[in-house]
């Protein structure tokens, strides 16, 4: 167990819909991963947070949008839903504390919330 | 930018025989390089990493890699493998960007342990 969890494990939805998957970091780390995981992509970056902020973005499309709470946990919104947005999502978290950091922290991965579109 | 190849989509391994998994890189400053484990149906789990001194690190169960600088790998290997190593396995690559970590992951390798 990582002490990092995400809800739901399982989402069925349709296209053009909404979901919201969310992720609770491990005690004391403020930075928070989103990755997507496809077949075809692999394991593709999305967005980070560190502390509440946005801090990096990678391969994130305009239908999704990702924030970082006061108490640490994360939201990934996917909107507009299509059918090769099923994946697995992981969020993963970290130690990593703004330029304190070193570069080398390991990051801890959730086990994953998968998305099936119909 | 970074980015980290992993050259083998796919290894097929006989039990208790020895195996490597390739990894290259490419950086333009100090890095910090990982492998990451896959089980199925589950997050990914550190095996091990390397910061900096030697670089031959040794993770868990039994792996180790080598850091080679001036051919930029980082290869994973172990001596002798299980049914229970079969699973996908992930190169990465971090460093300093900005002041935060970016963490740049490998394409995967699935490791098929055979009987």
């Known amino acids: 167990d990582s002490g990092v969890t995400q809800t739901p494990k399982h989402l069925i939805t349709a296209t053009g819909q909404r979901v919201t998957l969310r992720c609770s970091p491990r005690s004391g780390d403020l930075s928070v991963y989103w990755y997507q995981q496809s077949l075809d992509q692999g394991l593709q970056f999305l967005i980070q947070?560190?502390?509440?902020?946005?801090?990096a973005k990678g391969n994130i499309l305009e239908r999704f949008s990702a924030q970082q709470f006061p108490d640490l946990h994360s939201e990934l919104n996917l909107s507009s839903l299509e059918l090769g947005d099923s994946a697995l999502y992981f969020c993963?978290?970290?130690?990593?504390?703004?330029?304190?950091?070193?570069?080398?922290?390991?990051?801890?991965f959730g086990p994953g919330t998968r998305l099936l579109v119909l | 930018a970074q980015s980290v190849t992993q050259l083998d989509s796919q290894v097929p391994v006989f039990e208790e025989a020895p195996v490597e998994l390739r990894c290259n890189y490419s950086s333009s400053v100090s890095v910090y390089l990982f492998w990451y484990v896959q089980y199925p149906n589950q997050g990914l789990q550190l095996l091990l990493k390397?910061?900096?001194?030697?670089?031959l690190v040794k993770g868990i169960n039994g792996f180790e890699a080598e850091f080679n600088k001036s051919q930029t790998s980082f290869h994973l290997r172990k001596p002798s493998v299980h049914i229970s190593d079969t699973a996908e396995y992930f190169c990465?690559?971090?460093?300093?960007?900005?002041?935060?970590?970016?963490?740049?992951f490998g394409t995967g390798t699935k490791l098929q342990v055979i009987p």
């Open positions: 990465a690559v971090s460093e300093l960007s900005g002041g935060y970590q970016k963490v740049t």
């Open positions: 993963a978290s970290s130690m990593t504390r703004g330029t304190s950091g070193s570069g080398g922290e390991t990051q801890y």
């Open positions: 947070y560190y502390n509440g902020e946005e801090r």
């Open positions: 390397y910061l900096s001194g030697s670089t």
